[in-house]
């Protein structure tokens, strides 16, 4: 049995709260901790929505006053073609991607976990509010005990390998408590904001840095009915749901309420838009490239699933449909289900896997009833 101390772990240090008390407890638990800070974008560095040398003086801050090691990595390379590539195909082809989920999976906890066992490392660690048990089946992944601050959701392309050597010393406690620590410390960083900004690019507008990869090919903005009503810049730029930056307004005939995409007509290059809420409600779903932490359940199966990170779990029935894809009913309407983003599903607190949406659509009234 090692002792603690004989066991070098590395953090992911990204310059924020979560990761600088992960560090802390690790060090205070008798481990030998160093620090990793990643560079994963290389280009803009000297735009205002760029914080990667701010977030690297603010790690290297930590480590000092911790007194641990700072490390830092350049996968700018792996970044752009693993991740931010098929962000991009993604966006082109109409979808709504999710580079946070592909981020975990390729960079964060496969390239960083390479390089810190290059360095000597036993172990990695992260702040990502998450929990790793062992039960009679195996390893599983577990959401964080704080319901808020739970990743699970960004965690589920993972496999069951790259979960046994790495540690989250965060997932049994609240964000409140992470503060406090932080405060007691005298981290500099103690109030620093959580980062909301796509996985390593930053806390950019989101459409400005868009506009530098994606073409311009405006269309028409039509209603249900195929009416126009406005202009798109390009179909890439919305994604359904939405409601913001539609400039759709003061129409003769028309109601004076919000309008929010409804679905994209990529062969028209229409952008579909609706002023019925409702019309953005949905029972069902498709979903392919499925990751199952683990062995595979049995399907068809009950348990639990959401469409996006913040989402309450919401009862589902899922069902194979064909190799390497399955069918989700869900027992209520689900919100602006978008195609290309993740579900995830859950059995209580244990993240079973998921898999990328590829289509949505409503039962029929009367429908069957999922038992």
């Given at each position: 049995m090692?002792?603690?101390?004989?066991n070098?772990?590395?953090?992911g240090?990204?310059?924020?709260?979560?990761?600088?008390?992960?560090?802390?407890?690790?060090k205070?638990?008798?481990?030998?901790v160093s620090?990793?800070f990643?560079k994963?974008?290389?280009?803009d560095?000297g735009?205002?929505?760029?914080?990667?040398q701010q977030?690297?003086?603010?790690a290297?801050?930590?480590?000092e006053?911790i007194?641990i090691?700072?490390?830092t990595?350049?996968?700018?390379?792996?970044?752009?073609?693993?991740v931010f590539?098929?962000f991009l195909?993604e966006?082109?082809?109409?979808?709504t991607?999710n580079p946070d989920?592909l981020?975990n999976?390729?960079i964060?906890f496969?390239q960083f976990?390479?390089?810190?066992?290059?360095?000597?490392?036993?172990?990695?660690a992260?702040?990502?509010?998450?929990?790793i048990?062992?039960r009679?089946?195996?390893?599983?992944?577990l959401?964080?005990i704080?319901?808020?601050?739970d990743?699970?959701?960004?965690?589920?392309a993972?496999n069951?390998g790259?979960?046994?050597?790495?540690l989250?010393p965060?997932?049994d406690?609240?964000?409140?408590e992470v503060?406090r620590i932080?405060?007691k410390?005298?981290f500099?960083?103690?109030g620093?904001?959580d980062s909301t900004?796509?996985?390593?690019?930053?806390?950019?507008?989101?459409?400005?840095f868009l506009?530098?990869?994606l073409?311009?090919?405006p269309g028409p903005?039509?209603?249900?009915?195929?009416?126009t009503v406005g202009?798109?810049?390009?179909?890439?730029y919305?994604?359904?749901g939405?409601?913001q930056g539609?400039?759709?307004g003061?129409l003769?005939?028309r109601?004076?309420a919000?309008?929010?995409?409804?679905d994209k007509?990529?062969?028209?290059?229409?952008?579909?838009v609706?002023?019925?809420?409702?019309?953005?409600?949905n029972?069902?779903?498709?979903?392919s490239?499925?990751n199952w932490l683990?062995?595979p359940?049995?399907?068809p199966?009950?348990c639990?699933?959401?469409v996006?990170?913040?989402?309450l779990d919401?009862?589902a029935?899922v069902?194979?449909?064909?190799?390497?894809?399955?069918?989700v009913?869900?027992?209520?309407?689900q919100?602006?289900?978008?195609?290309?983003?993740y579900?995830?599903?859950y059995d209580g607190?244990?993240?079973?896997?998921?898999?990328v949406i590829?289509?949505?659509s409503?039962?029929?009234?009367n429908?069957?009833?999922?038992e």
């Open positions: 090692h002792s603690p101390e004989s070098h772990i590395i953090v240090m990204s310059g924020g709260v979560d990761s600088s008390v992960a560090a802390l407890l690790l205070e638990q008798g481990h030998r620090g990793l990643m994963n974008w290389d280009e560095d735009e205002p929505y760029c914080t990667a977030d690297l003086e603010d290297a801050k930590v480590c006053k007194g090691d700072l490390h990595a350049n996968f700018a390379a792996e970044y752009w073609d693993d590539s098929a195909r966006y082109k082809a109409g979808r991607p989920v981020c999976r390729e964060k496969k976990a390479r390089y810190a066992e290059a360095l000597g490392a036993d172990r990695t992260t702040g990502h509010y998450a929990r048990a062992s009679d089946t195996g390893l599983k992944l959401k964080g704080d319901a808020a601050k990743q699970s959701y960004f965690l589920q993972l069951i790259q979960l046994a050597t790495v989250f965060l997932g406690m609240e964000k409140t503060r932080a405060r410390q005298g500099h960083n103690q620093k904001k900004g796509i996985c390593f690019i930053g806390e950019r507008r989101f459409r400005d506009h530098r990869y073409p311009h090919n903005m039509v209603d249900e009915a195929g009416a202009e798109h810049i390009g179909l890439p919305y994604t359904r939405q409601r539609l400039a759709v003061g003769a005939g109601k004076e919000p309008w929010y995409v409804l007509d990529m062969t028209a290059n229409r952008l579909v609706t002023q019925d809420p409702a019309a953005l409600y029972d069902e779903l498709t979903a490239n499925l683990g062995e359940p049995p399907l199966l009950r639990t699933a959401k996006r990170h913040r989402q919401q009862a029935f069902s194979a449909d064909e190799p390497g894809r399955v069918t009913r869900f027992d209520s309407p919100r602006a289900i978008t195609p290309g983003q579900v995830c599903f607190d244990v993240c079973l896997g998921g898999g590829e289509s949505f409503s039962l029929a009234p429908g069957p009833v999922h």
